[in-house]
């Protein structure tokens, strides 16, 4: 080892590496200012004297740039390291004293319903009550970005492939069908073909792309010859619903989600009625994260119920009724 990597633990300021860490994370010094409060020279100066100490140039910026270096992410993945094995530390002396405790992070796209994790999740939270909680809800790719970056204990998501980085179970498996809400011209229209849904207006999710974790809905919505530009988008699904019984357009939303709307008179069930795609919701966990006892015990729990109870009685029917 070289003298100046035998100094480096002690000589360095580790208050930079947190700064470098949400400089990174938020994308840049303007966004980092904000979030910590802090002027953006105060930053840029803290960043310059990490890259004088490493010896490495750790980013790459410029008026409408911003990009690690391969330096500047290697930097970060260790300092991601160590500050999670840091978090853990208060998790892992309460082992001694026979108690599970530690913070546990999920982060899931919007809406996801699942009767056997809640009841899991209460539980859970009943024998092991010093273990807290953070729940963030966002885009599916978003979800696995932070698990590939070791932030989160797991996800809750949709895949279009598998991710050699992860691991992903099948939480349960739900289906699509097509909606409008009351003041379309097809709703409480009985008898209805699919051809009469030709040249409608359509809303949808920001996934629903060619080659996306929803390409089974854009199927859809060319099977139903709707207008292939979508009028509204949206990456959670309480506003796509809302879009829908706002008249914005038709979209396709979980069945057994539509169900209490049906119900109401919200939403209009539209054809097809029959081979509804269905769309799966992984749990997700990135396998090199030094998990802290309640994310080691709750993981095991979720990964137990998995293997137990069968993947149709987690999952919805295809229909309403």
Known sequence: MKPYEQRLPFTLDWNLLRTFMVVAEQGGITRAADFLGLRQPTLSSALKRLEDTVGHRLVDRGPSHFALTEAGRILYQESRAMFEAV???????????????????????????????????????ELH?????????????????????NRMTFGLCLMNRPDPALTARVLFREFFGLFCGPGHRLFGREGIEL????GEDSVSFQTDVEGGSLHCVTQLREMALLKPK??????????????IVAGIGIGALPVHVARRDVEAGLLWRLPPYTDLPAVDVFF?????RSLN????????????????????????????D
């Not at 208060?90 to 319903?113: D, K, Q, Y």
């Not at 709750?298 to 069968?310: E, K, R, S």
């Open 284 to 288: 997700v966990t990135n396998p090199q």
């Open 195 to 198: 051809s009469d849904l030709q």
């Open 87 to 125: 978090a853990q530390i208060p998790g892992l002396m309460s082992v001694a004293e026979g108690r599970v405790s530690g913070h546990v992070n999920i982060a899931m796209t919007s809406h996801v319903v699942s009767p056997h994790l809640d009841t899991l999740l209460t539980r859970f939270n």
């Open 293 to 320: 006892p309640a994310e080691h015990v709750l993981v095991q729990w979720i990964d137990d119920m998995l293997d137990t109870v069968p993947v149709g009685e987690r999952s919805y029917p295809p229909d309403i």
């Open 129 to 149: 009550p010093d273990v807290t909680y953070a729940i963030s809800v966002t885009e599916s790719e978003e979800v696995l970005n932070r698990l590939r970056q």
């Open 230 to 243: 979508l009028k509204g988008v949206s990456a959670n699904l309480p506003e796509v619903l809302r879009m």
